[in-house]
């Protein structure tokens, strides 16, 4: 199995700045794309950015110029890097990791168990 821990979730003013972390752990064999999701209330999951093990990133255009993701491929862990936080980023994050697991190198998709973020206006 694979677990994902998140960590630096909390209570902020809009303009402040967060940053979340992400650690992988257990029988991983690769970790290919690392990735923060969130859920507002009443809303479904949505894709925040990603990072693949190359260091290419993907960003919601909501959070483009705000967000940075970045990853520490030794460490397992990936970041993200909140600034100018607006109200409307209010969510639980979750981070998600996939890649191959195991001596039998079986693939594999995880999810944390999410981090709250609140930001008041």
């Known amino acids: 199995q694979v677990q994902l821990v998140e960590s630096g979730g909390g209570l902020v003013q809009a303009g402040d700045s967060l940053r979340l972390a992400c650690a992988a752990s257990g029988s991983i064999f690769s970790l290919n794309v690392m990735g923060w999701y969130r859920q507002a209330p009443g809303k479904q999951r949505e894709l925040v950015a990603t990072v693949t093990s190359g260091g290419s990133t993907r960003y919601a255009d909501s959070v483009k110029g705000r967000f940075t993701i970045s990853r520490d491929n030794a460490k397992k862990t990936v970041y993200l890097q909140m600034n100018s936080l607006k109200p409307e980023d209010t969510a639980v994050y979750y981070c998600?990791?996939?890649?191959?697991?195991?001596?039998?190198?079986?693939?594999?998709?995880?999810w944390g168990q999410g981090t709250q973020v609140t930001v008041s206006s």
């Open positions: 998600n990791g996939n890649g191959y697991m195991g001596r039998s190198i079986e693939p594999f998709n995880s």
